[in-house]
C-alpha cells in the first residue's frame, strides 16, 4: 500500500479544481469589431467548436494531471509492503522477518511487555511463512535469534520478556538484527518499542541498507504521567542519626499525589507528598542509622514502578584516601613528617567530619601511581626531588580539581626553585631562616589572614595556639600575585601560601612537619590546621559512589593505594550492577539505581526516526532480492522519483500542445 | 489601357502613401491619361473647332467625309466646349466610412478622397468647374464649383480635412444640397451607401429632374462584401449603438446573399434612375476606376 511522508502536502489536490474552473471560464472571447453595418449580419448559433473543445479538454487533462504528479511528488509517497499478494502467495514467503525488541526499563512501565508481545504476534501473523529472527535489546543485545522457519521459538522468547532494569540503547541492536537479515531475501525489520525519547534521540543510529522494509510498532503510543524518585542525600547528624534528603519528581502533566517512605533497618517513616506537573520537590527525613548502613525511599507504585525506589547509603561514608609522598632514600627524617600527620588524622575531634585514610608512597614511585580515588596529595619534602615527570602529574591532578600540600625539605631551594618553575607557586626562593643559638628568640607566626577559613577557624583565644608555638627553621620565599599568602612570620615571610591550579589548591608551607623545624606538629593548632587545609579534599556526597543499573564499577589499578594496605587478597567476582541495590567495594559504597532517564514520558517522533533510517537509497535501488516470485513483492520505497519524472514529462507534453493550438489559432483565416 | 508601370502608380497601396491629394490626382490623372486617346477629352456638346491629320486609331466618326471626298485625304475634326461642366463631388463622411479591412490599404474614405481627388483634377484640367460637397448626419462640408486659381487646391485641402464621424442622413443632406446646385452638370456620390438604398432613388430621381447627370460611386471595403471572418465576433455598427455576436462561418452565406440583394437594390434604383453606377472596391486599382468613370462618360456623350 501507499503512504505519504508529509501527507498534509495532499491539501494541494484541494488546487485541481483551479485549472477545471479556469478552463469552464475560458470559453472563447468574442473578438470584437466595429463593422460599417451589421444590417446583413445574423446572429446564427455559436459553433460548439467540437474539434476545438476537445483539445481544450485534452490540455485541461494535462494540466491537471500535471498538478496532480507536483502534488504526489512533494508528499513523499512510499510504497508499502502489502500483507497478501494477488493470487493467494502468502505475504512472508521468501521473507526475513526480524524483531528488535526493546527490553529496557522503561518497558516495564504502562503495560509495555504485553502490548511488545501482542504487536509481536500481530506481525506474525502479517508475515506468515517468513523466517523469523529476534534480537532484544536493552543497554545492549541481551540476546539474538538468527531467521529461522519456526516462529514458536521467537514466541516463546517473546513470552519470557522480562525489562531489564537498564536503559535503552537501540543501535548495537538495530545493527545486529540489519546483519542478521539476508541480502538474497526479502528483508523486513519490525522495531517494537516505546520509542522513549532519551534512549532513541541519544542512540547513535544509521540508516539502514537499501531495501530493509522497515516497521515501527510503538507498544504506548498515549502514555500518562509518571513520577518517581529522582535521587537520595544523606549525611550524619549525629551518631546514629542521619539527614535524609528525597528528591520526588513528576514527569507528567497533572499533579501527583503520592506516599514517600524511607525504610532504614527496622524503621519507616513515611510522608505524603505532592508535586506539581514537570517539578520536584525535596523531602527531609532524620533517620535512626544504628548498625544500619542500607537504606531505600519508596514512593506509592504507579504504572512505572521501578523508579518508584532507590536504594541509598546510611552507613559511614568511605575514609577519604590521601596520600604521602616522602623522599625515603634521599631524606628518611621525612618519615617523621608523615607520621605527625598520620597521627592528626588518626586524631578524633568529637564532631562528625570525615575520616582520613593516610597511604605512603616513596617518591621515586610517585609517577606510576593511579590517583583516581585519591582525595589529597601531601609531598612532604617530596617536591625538592621531583622530576618534570613528577611535576606533571602533579599538575594534571591539581587541574582535575586535586588537593596538593608541600612542605620543605632539606632540598627547600630545589623545591621552590622547582615550583615556581613548573608554574605551581608563584614565589620565589630567598633563603632560610633558622635560629642559630639557644639564647636567639626563635620565629612564629604573627599573622593569619582574617578572611580566609584558617582566619574564622582561629579567632579569639583559639588565635593563641597559633601564634605561641615557636618556629626554629623556616624557608624564605617572595610571594608572586598568583600565591595567596594565608600565615606569615612578620610582615615579609609567609609561612603558608595558597595557589589555584586548575581545578584545584595548592598549599605550599614553608616549615616542615618536624619538631627541629617548629614545634607546630606537638601543638594544639596542628590538628584543626591540618584538618582545615584537608578539608578542600572531602569529596561533595561523602564519597558515596552512584552508578546506574548496567554501568560497570570503576576499574581499580593494581598499584593502587588500596593494594599496599594489607595482603592482597583473592580476586573476588565483580558485583553484579544490573540489579538496584547498594554495593560496597574497597570500603566505598556504591547506589546502584535504575536510570532515571527511562521515567521520562516523552517519545521520539516516529516520523523523523523513519526517516532517519530509510535513507534514500533505499528506495532507489529496491532490487527484486527474492527468490524469484513473479508478482514483484512490494517494498517500502520512495515513489517520489517515479512523480517526479511524470510531472516532467506532463510539463513538456503540455507546453508542446499549448505552443501548437496557439500558433495555429495565430494563422489568419482563408482568403475569401 | 495604361500601362502595367502606370498600373502599379495607380495601386491604392502606392496611392494610399501620398498624403497630397493634388499631387495624387496629377500623378494619377496624368498618368492615367498619357495612354488614353485624346477623343475622350472632349467633352460633352462641344463645337467644330478645327481639323487636323487624321492619325491610326482615332474614332472614325470624327472623320469629314466631305473633304475625303473632296481632297481624297483624311482628316478628323477637333471640337471645342462650347461651355464648361459642374462637376459636383458629393462624398458621405459617416463613421461606416472610416472602416478599412484586413486587405485594403486604406479606409473607404481616404479611397473615395483619392477618386474624388483624381476627379477633381481631371475636371479641372478639362476646364470645367468642380465642387465638393461632404456630409454625414449634416452637410460638413460645401464647397461651390467654381475653376479659378486655386480652386483645386482649396477642393483638395478640404478633402484632407474630412474625418469620418456620425451617422449618415442621406436624405436630409442631398436634399439639402440638390437645393444649391443650380447649374447642370455631373453630380458624382461617393458613399457605401449603406442604409441609402431608400433614399437614393429619390435623390437620384430630384438631381434628374434637375436635368444633372449622376454618377454613383459606391465605394465598399472588400470585408463588406466577402464577410471573411471566422472567430466567433462581436460585430459593432460603426454608426449605431447595436451590436451582434456571431459566428461569421455559419452566417456568411446568408450575409452574402443579403448583400448581393442590397447591391442589385442599388444598382437597379440607378439603372431607373438612368444613373452611372459603379462598384468600387477599396483595395481595387484606381486606375480602374478612373477607367469605369471615363467609359460611363463617352457611353453619356454617345
Known amino acids: 500500500m501507499i503512504a505519504f511522508l508529509h501527507p498534509w502536502f495532499l491539501l494541494g489536490l484541494a488546487g485541481l479544481a483551479v485549472p477545471v474552473v479556469l478552463h469552464l471560464m475560458n470559453r472563447e472571447i468574442p473578438l470584437p469589431q466595429v463593422f460599417p453595418s451589421i444590417r446583413f449580419i445574423r446572429k446564427g448559433h455559436l459553433p460548439r467548436e467540437g474539434h476545438r473543445r476537445l483539445q481544450d479538454i485534452l490540455l485541461l487533462a494535462l494540466r491537471l494531471l500535471l498538478l496532480a504528479a507536483i502534488v504526489l511528488t512533494l508528499s513523499r509517497p512510499v510504497w508499502r509492503p502489502r500483507p497478501e499478494q494477488a493470487g493467494g502467495t502468502p505475504a512472508g514467503a521468501g521473507v526475513d522477518l526480524v524483531f528488535l525488541v526493546d527490553a529496557s526499563a522503561s518497558m516495564q512501565g504502562w503495560d509495555g511487555l504485553a502490548k511488545a508481545r501482542e504487536a509481536v504476534a500481530a506481525t506474525l501473523d502479517r508475515y506468515p511463512g517468513a523466517e523469523v529472527g529476534l534480537v532484544l535489546s536493552a543497554d545492549r543485545v541481551l540476546r539474538a535469534l538468527p531467521p529461522s522457519p519456526d516462529a514458536a521459538v521467537v514466541r516463546a522468547a517473546v513470552a519470557e520478556l522480562a525489562a531489564e532494569p537498564v536503559r535503552g540503547d537501540p543501535a548495537p541492536a538495530l545493527a545486529q538484527a540489519v546483519r542478521l537479515l539476508r541480502p538474497e531475501r526479502r528483508r523486513v525489520l519490525a522495531v517494537v518499542s516505546d520509542f522513549q525519547r532519551p534512549d532513541w534521540q541519544t542512540a547513535a543510529l544509521t540508516a539502514l541498507p537499501p531495501g530493509v522494509t522497515l516497521e515501527l510498532s510503538d507498544v504506548n503510543p498515549q502514555r500518562g504521567g509518571n513520577v518517581g524518585v529522582a535521587g537520595v542525600s544523606s549525611r550524619p547528624l549525629s551518631p546514629g542519626l542521619r539527614h535524609v534528603v528525597v528528591e520526588v519528581r513528576n514527569y507528567g502533566l497533572d499533579t501527583a499525589q503520592r506516599t514517600l517512605e524511607v525504610r532504614a533497618g527496622a524503621e519507616t517513616q513515611s510522608r505524603p507528598v505532592s508535586v506539581e506537573p514537570l517539578q520536584a520537590k525535596r523531602v527531609a527525613f532524620s533517620v535512626k542509622t544504628q548498625d544500619v548502613t542500607r537504606g531505600e525511599a519508596v514512593l506509592t507504585a504507579d504504572t512505572y514502578p521501578l523508579d518508584d525506589s532507590y536504594s541509598v547509603w546510611l552507613g559511614e561514608a568511605p575514609p577519604v584516601r590521601l596520600l604521602a609522598v616522602v623522599p625515603q632514600a634521599a631524606e628518611p627524617d621525612r618519615q617523621v613528617d608523615a607520621f605527625f600527620v598520620q597521627k592528626a588524622l588518626q586524631a578524633t575531634t568529637g564532631d562528625s567530619g570525615p575520616r582520613f585514610v593516610l597511604d605512603r608512597v616513596e617518591a621515586e614511585h610517585f609517577f606510576a601511581l593511579d590517583l583516581a580515588d585519591v582525595r589529597g596529595i601531601l609531598l612532604l619534602g617530596a617536591a625538592g626531588h621531583f622530576g618534570d615527570g613528577d611535576f606533571a602529574v602533579v599538575r594534571r591532578y591539581l587541574e582535575q580539581g586535586g588537593l596538593v600540600i608541600c612542605t620543605p625539605g632539606e632540598a627547600a631551594s630545589q623545591q621552590f626553585r622547582a615550583l615556581q618553575q613548573q608554574g605551581l607557586l608563584a614565589a620565589e626562593f630567598v633563603g632560610t631562616n633558622r635560629v642559630h643559638s639557644r639564647v636567639d628568640p626563635p620565629f612564629a607566626l604573627e599573622w593569619v589572614d582574617p578572611e580566609s577559613a584558617l582566619g574564622r577557624l582561629f579567632q579569639g583565644d583559639d588565635r593563641s595556639d597559633l601564634f605561641l608555638f ?48 617548629s614545634d607546630l606538629p606537638a601543638s594544639a593548632c596542628f590538628v584543626p590546621l591540618l584538618r582545615e587545609l584537608l578539608g578542600a579534599a572531602e569529596p561533595v556526597d561523602g564519597g558515596v559512589r552512584h552508578l546506574e543499573c548496567g554501568q560497570d564499577l570503576p576499574v581499580q589499578s593494581g598499584a593502587s593505594p588500596a593494594a599496599a594496605r594489607g595482603p592482597a587478597a583473592t580476586p573476588s567476582p565483580a558485583p553484579d550492577t544490573r540489579r538496584p541495590g547498594v554495593i560496597v567495594v574497597d570500603g566505598v559504597p556504591f547506589e546502584v539505581n535504575v536510570p532515571r532517564r527511562e521515567s521520562v514520558v516523552e517519545k521520539v517522533d516516529l516520523d523523523g526516526l523513519r526517516s532517519l ?60 | 489601357m495604361p500601362d502595367p508601370t502606370i498600373l502599379e502608380l495607380l495601386s491604392p497601396a502606392t496611392l494610399a502613401r501620398i498624403d497630397d491629394y493634388s499631387f495624387l490626382a496629377r500623378v494619377v490623372v496624368e498618368g492615367f491619361l498619357s495612354g488614353l486617346h485624346r477623343s475622350l477629352l472632349h467633352g460633352y456638346g462641344s463645337e467644330f473647332f478645327q481639323y487636323r491629320n487624321y492619325a491610326p486609331g482615332d474614332d472614325l466618326k470624327y ?88 480652386h483645386f487646391q482649396r477642393l483638395v485641402a478640404e478633402l484632407a480635412r474630412l474625418r469620418p464621424h456620425g451617422r449618415a442622413n442621406h436624405d436630409h443632406a442631398l436634399t439639402t444640397l440638390a437645393g444649391d446646385l443650380r447649374r447642370r452638370g455631373v453630380v458624382v456620390f461617393l458613399s457605401d451607401l449603406l442604409e441609402a438604398e431608400d433614399a437614393i432613388p429619390q435623390v437620384l430621381r430630384r438631381f434628374r429632374f434637375a436635368h444633372h447627370e449622376c454618377v454613383v460611386v459606391q465605394v465598399l471595403d472588400p470585408d463588406e462584401l466577402d464577410f471573411p471572418f471566422e472567430r466567433t465576433t462581436r460585430f459593432i455598427d460603426a454608426e449605431q449603438a447595436s451590436q451582434i455576436v456571431t459566428a461569421p462561418p455559419t452566417v456568411r452565406a446568408a450575409y452574402q446573399q443579403a448583400m448581393d440583394a442590397f447591391l442589385e437594390r442599388i444598382r437597379v434604383s440607378c439603372l431607373e434612375m438612368t444613373t452611372d453606377y459603379l462598384l468600387a472596391r477599396s483595395s481595387d486599382n484606381l486606375g480602374n476606376t478612373l477607367a469605369a468613370y471615363l467609359h460611363r462618360r463617352e457611353s453619356l456623350q454617345g
Open chain 1, 470 to 517: 615557636p618556629i626554629y627553621r623556616y624557608v624564605r620565599v617572595r610571594p608572586g600575585e598568583a600565591a595567596h599568602a594565608l600565615l606569615r612570620i612578620g610582615d615579609h615571610d609567609p609561612v603558608l601560601l595558597e595557589q589555584e591550579v586548575g581545578k584545584g589548591r595548592l598549599f605550599a608551607l614553608t616549615v616542615a612537619f618536624d619538631l627541629r623545624w
Open chain 1, 613 to 672: 533510517l530509510l535513507s534514500p537509497a533505499a528506495a532507489a535501488t529496491a532490487v527484486g532480492a527474492g527468490t524469484g516470485a513473479e508478482a514483484a513483492a512490494p517494498r517500502d520505497r520512495q515513489a517520489w522519483p517515479a512523480c517526479a519524472m511524470a510531472a516532467a514529462a506532463l510539463l513538456l507534453v503540455e507546453l508542446l500542445l499549448a505552443g501548437l493550438l496557439e500558433r495555429r489559432d495565430a494563422l489568419p483565416g482563408p482568403p475569401s
Open chain 2, 63 to 150: 472623320l469629314d467625309w466631305k473633304v475625303f471626298a473632296r481632297r481624297d485625304r483624311f482628316y478628323s475634326k477637333v471640337f471645342q466646349e462650347e461651355t464648361s461642366m459642374n462637376c459636383c463631388l458629393v462624398l458621405d463622411t459617416s463613421a461606416s466610412m472610416a472602416y478599412r479591412g484586413s486587405r485594403a490599404p486604406c479606409t473607404k474614405l481616404h479611397y473615395a478622397s483619392m477618386v474624388a481627388a483624381c476627379l477633381a483634377y481631371l475636371a479641372t484640367r478639362q476646364g470645367d468647374q468642380v465642387g465638393l460637397y461632404a456630409y454625414a448626419d449634416d452637410v460638413r462640408c460645401a464647397l461651390k464649383p467654381g475653376c479659378r486659381l486655386g
